[in-house]
């Protein structure tokens, strides 16, 4: 029952840099039972964590490669973005599956169906950078994942492969975007943006800055009217007539928050009714929503919009859609969707050839993969139902029995939260009657979605206990 802002991320949404060269891959095998086959899953989002949790492992050989060691439960980002949860209460360690299956937090670069390999490169950072004798400047990401891998790449044999590598976020080339604009695909860019919105207020705090600078500083940008640019920005109004409130009485009247797309409305995955209901809530909360504006470049601290011109920052956030996978993009012997990109795959999840044919030691899910003659959205939710269903036939698989019923998606409904204890839920589909909650009822239907879908009897327990003392205390407004 939520909307999910985009797949889960498998890696940084910058495109990793260069590496430069290594020595000739290794090969690794595993030194489990050769009666084990070997399964091996790519991504460690909402399919394949699942695929993950679900698996059998005293009979699968398992190993996991992904860019990052953690699953990432991207619907409460946003709200550890601002404070109202903590970070833990937002991932799930993949490692807590170990020893019973082998982890490489790697980049897989490229795949070999005929032989059945798998290229990677260590997804590390280095531990220390290199020739220099000074600590990194606080906010820096020196120890981010997207950095090249310290050892040499390596490769990976498999009897079962599963492709779960999610998308990355789209940025239609505008230029700039990269450098200067946050994402919100994982807890290191929510702790990214909860910094920098720290800094813009301590920064304009000073006594040197006029009032123009500081309210240059303290000019919220969100580019993307989906759930996820919605619910930033519902977290960050709560934030401002918070804590902000309190602490910064003077800088919350210079605050303001401007909402971007370039579509008519937003929230346009909703009945049209809810995405109204939301536009005017925001626009009573002081929320300044711009359709219909399309972003040229981003610069330092400023933007350039086509129909506004030269707009300044202090943080800019970006969620404007999915762009495909590096890796999915490198494949070139299997069918791809024309317009996404994505891996097709029959209703069984098995990748298709070229030739037509579903490669049976193949799957893909999520954000990588689109079933052929059907339309799902890119949501968690989707994700999730295929990785419960990929794990179920998996396990009858390896015991030899048979399991040929095609996937079906169930539409649990699309949520989205709009600040002040007040959110959306819309449930229309074709094979159900419209079912549409605002307000309130709605926001209880958002919490406790989002409290059931967590994963770990911890994370159960860490969410309504930080929901509670934020409630009681209010949020952390500390710069770590």
């Not at 009666?35 to 679900?54: D, F, M, N, P």
């Not at 210079?254 to 005017?280: H, W």
């Not at 990748?351 to 193949?362: L, N, R």
């Amino acid at each position: 029952m939520f909307k999910a802002r985009l797949s889960v991320a498998c890696g940084r949404v910058q495109p990793r840099p260069a590496k430069s060269s290594v020595s000739a891959a290794r090969t690794f095998t595993s030194s489990a039972p050769r009666s084990k086959q070997r399964l091996v899953i790519l991504g460690s989002g909402w399919g394949g964590y699942e695929i993950l949790r679900a698996i059998d492992k005293k009979r699968w050989n398992v190993t996991m490669v992904s860019p990052t060691n953690a699953f990432n439960f991207t619907p409460l980002l946003a709200s550890c973005a601002v404070g109202t949860l903590e970070f833990r209460c937002a991932v799930e360690p993949v490692r807590k599956f170990s020893p019973q299956v082998v982890c490489y937090q790697a980049w897989c670069d490229t795949i070999d169906f005929k032989q059945k390999t798998l290229k990677c490169t260590p997804a590390t950072a280095p531990l220390e950078y290199e020739g220099s004798t000074s600590a990194p400047l606080a906010g820096t990401t020196a120890k981010d994942t997207s950095d090249p891998g310290t050892g040499n790449a390596f490769k990976l044999r498999y009897d079962k492969l599963v492709i779960a590598v999610g998308a990355y976020s789209q940025t239609f080339n505008v230029p700039g975007v990269k450098e200067h604009a946050h994402f919100l695909k994982d807890v290191r860019d929510a702790r990214a943006i909860r910094t920098r919105i720290i800094d813009c207020f301590e920064q304009a705090n000073q006594p040197v800055l006029s009032d123009v600078q500081r309210r240059n500083l303290l000019n919220f940008c969100i580019v993307g009217g989906g759930p996820t640019g919605v619910e930033f920005s519902a977290e960050l109004h709560d934030l401002l007539h918070a804590e902000i409130q309190r602490h910064y009485p003077t800088l919350a009247r210079m605050a303001k928050i401007t909402l971007y797309d370039v579509a008519p409305n937003i929230l346009g995955n909703f009945d049209k009714s809810l995405g109204i209901y939301a536009e005017n809530k925001f626009r009573r909360d002081g929320i300044s929503i711009k359709t219909r504006h399309h972003v040229e470049r981003v610069e330092k601290d400023r933007m350039f919009v086509k129909e506004q011109g030269e707009v300044p920052f202090g943080l800019l956030v970006w969620s404007t859609g999915l762009a495909p996978n590096p890796l999915i993009q490198s494949i070139d012997s299997l069918e791809k969707h024309d317009k996404t990109q994505g891996l097709f795959t029959d209703q069984n999840l098995n990748v298709i050839t070229k030739e037509g044919h579903a490669d049976p030691d193949v799957w893909a899910i999520g954000d990588a993969a689109n079933i052929k003659g059907q339309l799902h959205p890119a949501t968690a939710q989707v994700a999730n139902q295929k990785g419960k269903y990929l794990a179920q036939k998996l396990n009858k698989i390896v015991k030899d029995q048979e399991h040929t019923k095609p996937f079906e998606f169930q539409n649990q409904g699309s949520l989205a939260y709009l600040g002040d204890w007040k959110a959306i839920y819309d449930r229309s589909s074709a094979e159900t009657v419209k079912t549409k909650e605002t307000g309130r009822v709605a926001w209880l239907l958002w919490r406790s979605a989002y409290f059931t879908m967590t994963l770990s009897i911890r994370n159960k327990i860490l969410v309504p206990t930080y929901w509670f003392l934020n409630w009681i205390f209010g949020r952390d407004l500390t710069r770590f």
